[in-house]
């Protein structure tokens, strides 16, 4: 997730993930997913709740 969406996100908050904004892509730009936020978690609490366990494998490190 990005750092800025992670520190203003509140609870309610709808997020929207579109594609890149390349150009070069043919569909460059377009609405992919939405979310909405339910909960507020730390970095640490993040990193440390099962529900995320896979989200994490390979990475050293949760949330920027």
């Known amino acids: 997730?990005?750092?800025k969406v992670c520190r203003y996100a509140k609870i309610g908050n709808w997020l929207l993930g579109t594609d890149s904004v390349d150009k070069k892509?043919?569909?460059?730009g377009h609405f992919v997913d939405s979310m909405?936020?339910?909960e507020v978690?730390?970095?640490d609490q993040y990193n440390t709740d099962p529900r995320f366990s896979k989200s994490l494998s390979g990475r050293s490190s949760g949330i920027a």
């Open 1 to 3: 997730m990005q750092p």
């Open 41 to 43: 978690l730390s970095s």
């Open 25 to 28: 892509i043919r569909r460059a």
């Open 36 to 38: 909405q936020v339910t």
